[in-house]
């Protein structure tokens, strides 16, 4: 069946180190990747995307990697800071699909100072 | 740009009672979607659009009705609220067809 779900429901890194969020798909079809953060009582907001036809991408502070071969993505902050505690979502957008996200069931991130 | 709005941000309903949340976005997008959060796991899709006239069901629709009369609104109506529709609702719109705003969410109670 179609799945995206987290490896990890909890992470808590230090202030400082690099964070590694994880997150794996079941749909092949899966054409484009987004990962979000959600602050407590707020709404999702979007961080980085990568489409399928590449391997990584990299923004500030954050590279997310998409394995096709084990249906595995992955969002690395570095230097993590206490404004990164949060959720985060991995969500993916099957092929054809307009406007039809399906999200994973989230990582809580806490950064201790 | 106020992006995407929702209102209302808080509401407490009665079984049986309907309602509408009111989702509106100022940046012309064709997409929009809505979602359904609940504790502890990620949003699921209630229903989305394409454009003005044109919607289609998510993964939840039960219960649930929409329309999109306009490129701005896009409102979400509860026709008999249940118990089991207690959750947080995003709004989110989109020029592209991926890239999503989300809007800060209605907080709803059903008693």
């Known amino acids: 069946g179609e799945n995206v779900g987290l490896h990890l429901p909890t992470l808590s890194v230090q202030e400082g180190d690099n964070s590694i969020i994880n997150c794996a798909y079941s749909?092949?079809?899966?054409?484009?990747f987004i990962w979000y953060k959600q602050e407590s009582g707020k709404g999702p907001q979007f961080i980085i995307d990568?489409?399928?036809?590449?391997d990584k991408r990299q923004g500030q502070r954050v590279t997310v990697l998409l394995n096709k071969t084990v249906k595995h993505l992955s969002l690395q902050i570095a230097a993590t800071q206490p404004g990164d505690s949060a959720v985060y979502f991995c969500?993916?957008?099957?092929?054809?699909?307009?406007?039809?996200?399906?999200f994973g069931k989230g990582t809580k991130l806490s950064v201790k100072p | 740009n106020a992006g995407v709005t929702q209102t209302p941000k808080f509401q407490v309903l009665k079984t049986g009672q309907s309602m509408t949340l009111q989702c509106a976005q100022d940046?012309?997008?064709?997409?929009m979607s809505w979602y359904r959060q609940d504790p502890g796991m990620g949003l699921r899709l209630i229903h989305y659009s394409v454009g003005a006239g044109i919607t289609d069901q998510g993964e939840v629709p039960n219960g649930y009705n929409v329309s999109r009369s306009t490129t701005e609104d896009f409102p979400l109506r509860l026709l008999s609220a249940a118990p089991s529709q207690t959750s947080v609702y995003f709004c989110?719109?989109?020029?592209?067809?991926?890239?999503?705003?989300f809007g800060p969410g209605t907080r709803l109670l059903v008693l």
């Open positions: 990568i489409r399928s036809n590449m």
């Open positions: 969500a993916e957008n099957k092929g054809g699909s307009q406007g039809n996200l399906i």
């Open positions: 749909n092949s079809a899966s054409d484009y």
């Open positions: 989110a719109s989109s020029a592209a067809l991926e890239t999503q705003y």
């Open positions: 940046m012309n997008h064709e997409y």
